[in-house]
T-cell receptor, first 116, second 112 residues
Framework: GAGVSQSPSNKVTEKGKDVELRCDPI?????LYWYRQSLGQGLEFLIY????????KSGLPSDRFSAERTGGSVSTLTIQRTQQEDSAVYLC??????????????FGPGTRLTVT | SQKIEQNSEALNIQEGKTATLTCNYT??????LQWYRQDPGRGPVFLLL?????KEKRKERLKVTFDTTLKQSLFHITASQPADSATYLC???????????FGAGTRLAVHP
């Protein structure tokens, strides 16, 4: 079946502009995650959605970052007033139902964001 | 604060040898640990999961150990092949069963 998809694959924007990054998770997966990966660095957790529960936003670096998940499926990560330090690869992952057992995460290919 | 350490330097080995990658953590008591593979320009791919009450887990040429006393996991690839060349990430559970904290990864290069 189809995996996690993300769009766009690349985004170049000017400093100060807003950007929206999209994630389509695997159908039926109730958990959805956003991560940020800077060059040569590990994955930095940003936000986590699980079913209808309130999202875990503890990883969002500033109030310029926000995310939504509509209808328990597609998610959009929005970065307002982009800064050069926002340049990174933004990865989305989804995971099957389960809050009492651990599940592996399935990652999309990422969106490479460059802020000039 | 919580910290995960993986060898930042690349590991270079000869084809056919066993590759061993290390993941150390501090200020954590993770319920489980996962290993992922990441190729350039792609998202990570899940490889193995091991729980805190398991000492060892195997899958084909892969083996993971989890020592909660030493706060360390070792990831082994036996009979390594050039196709195993990639960056390998360890990830520890944090604050629940579905939240992971990732290490920075170790790059493995297997030479023919």
């Amino acid at each position: 079946g189809a995996g996690v998809s993300q769009s766009p694959s690349n985004k170049v924007t000017e400093k100060g502009k807003d950007v929206e990054l999209r994630c389509d998770p695997i159908s039926g997966h109730t958990a959805l995650y956003w991560y940020r990966q800077s060059l040569g660095q590990g994955l930095e957790f940003l936000i986590y959605f699980q079913g209808n529960s309130a999202p875990d936003k503890s990883g969002l670096p500033s109030d310029r970052f926000s995310a939504e998940r509509t209808g328990g499926s597609v998610s959009t990560l929005t970065i307002q007033r982009t800064q050069q330090e926002d340049s990174a690869v933004y990865l989305c992952a989804s995971s099957p139902l389960g809050t009492t057992t651990p599940n592996e995460q399935y990652f999309g290919p990422g969106t490479r964001l460059t802020v000039t | 604060s919580q910290k995960i350490e993986q060898n930042s330097e690349a590991l270079n080995i000869q084809e056919g040898k066993t590759a061993t990658l290390t993941c150390n953590y501090t200020n954590y008591s993770p319920a489980y640990l996962q290993w992922y593979r990441q190729d350039p320009g792609r998202g990570p791919v899940f490889l193995l999961l091991i729980r805190e009450n398991e000492k060892e887990k195997r899958k084909e040429r892969l083996k993971v150990t989890f020592d909660t006393t030493l706060k360390q996991s070792l990831f082994h690839i036996t009979a390594s092949q050039p196709a195993d060349s990639a960056t390998y990430l360890c990830a520890l559970s944090s604050g629940g069963y579905n939240k992971l904290i990732f290490g920075a990864g170790t790059r493995l290069a297997v030479h023919p």
